[in-house]
């Protein structure tokens, strides 16, 4: 039985209409999505304007404490926009539950300082530091030095090559073993070799020394450590040395002279060094070229600012050359 022409009439009438009142909706949709876009771009977003950048690191082996403080650039702003810190701020710091003491700010570290015989870093403490910019800005951080909680430091071996040209290389293994203690404890460690070199210019009475410091690559092992069960921890490290210098030995008062020593040093550290270190390892982790890395952020502890305070407690350990 064939429907009426009126039905079939009517039904094209109907989806007719469906459609362009699916049109005109879909229309409304887009010129909505663009209203938003343009009215977007004279948003003033949260956490968008310049914040206090702080960052320090204290330890009892400090001889002198620095603070840095600096202030964030937004994406959407251009550095020329953005006013320096510089001088124009007011930093303080205190063992928690004590007076703080002010830092005076240096032109020659280019950051706010205090000396140890003014204000010593004693382990076991917990430390409180407080910054206030001349724009009325204010940030604030807490954090904990700890003692050394590690035993049974063992080197197991040193490896040391040269070649002909004056390079010398060397591999060493290590060991320690963390404090089980109930507690999650954190490390940082590595080892780095130290030289002077002794340079006569112009007879014995002009003598120049200079200092320079090598870290090893971490081979085997993690720089930053995390543990609360009290494992041993194994590492291997190693570096290259180049010394291409000329030696004289019909003139002695015009040699150089080096004087090279090997450290391996383990850092007690706080939460915040370690997390810091960590987030920052992260996110140099992956280059530019890989397309599939996700964001990392990058830890900071600093209340209404950005940045890091963080403490730590540092033994360097010297290793003789077989």
């Not at 490390?187 to 014995?204: E, I, M, P």
């Not at 370690?274 to 390892?281: A, N, P, R, W």
């Not at 599939?292 to 990058?298: D, G, M, N, P, Q």
């Amino acid at each position: 039985m064939k429907k009426p022409k009126y039905d079939i009439l009517s039904q094209i009438i109907v989806s007719t209409g469906f459609i362009a009142v699916m049109l005109i909706f879909m229309l409304s949709l887009v010129s909505c999505e663009d209203y938003f876009i343009t009215d977007a771009k004279h948003l003033k977003i949260p956490g968008s304007e310049p914040r206090l950048v702080i960052y320090s690191f204290i330890s009892p082996q400090d001889t002198i404490i620095r603070v840095h403080v600096q202030r964030s650039i937004p994406y959407s702003m251009s550095d020329d926009l953005v006013e320096p810190v510089g001088d124009k701020a007011r930093v303080f710091i205190s063992k928690k539950g004590h007076p703080a003491s002010e830092l005076t700010y240096s032109a020659k570290y280019q950051c706010f300082t205090i000396s140890s015989n003014e204000f010593s870093i004693e382990p076991g403490f917990y430390y409180q530091l407080n910054v206030e910019s001349f724009e009325g800005e204010k940030a604030s951080a807490e954090c904990y030095v700890p003692e050394p909680l590690y035993s049974n430091l063992a080197i197991d071996s040193v490896y040391t090559s040269f070649d002909s040209y004056g390079g010398s290389f060397v591999s060493l293994d290590y060991r320690f073993k963390a404090i089980d203690n109930s507690a999650e404890n954190y490390y940082s460690t590595g080892a780095y070799r130290k030289f002077y070199s002794k340079d006569w210019f112009g007879g014995v009475d002009t003598i120049i020394m200079n200092l320079f410091i090598y870290d090893f690559n971490i081979e085997h092992g993690d720089s930053y450590i995390a543990d609360k069960d009290g494992n041993t921890y194994r590492i291997k490290a190693s570096s290259w040395r180049f010394d291409y210098f000329e030696y004289y030995k019909d003139a002695p008062n015009t040699a150089s002279q080096y004087f090279d020593s090997i450290f391996v040093y383990i850092m007690q550290t706080d939460r915040n060094y370690y997390h810091f270190h960590k987030s920052y390892f992260n996110y140099n982790y992956y280059n530019d070229d890989f397309p599939f890395a996700e964001s990392v952020h990058i830890y900071t502890n600093i209340v209404n600012g950005l940045g890091v305070f963080a403490g730590y407690n540092r033994q360097n350990i010297y290793v003789p050359e077989e």
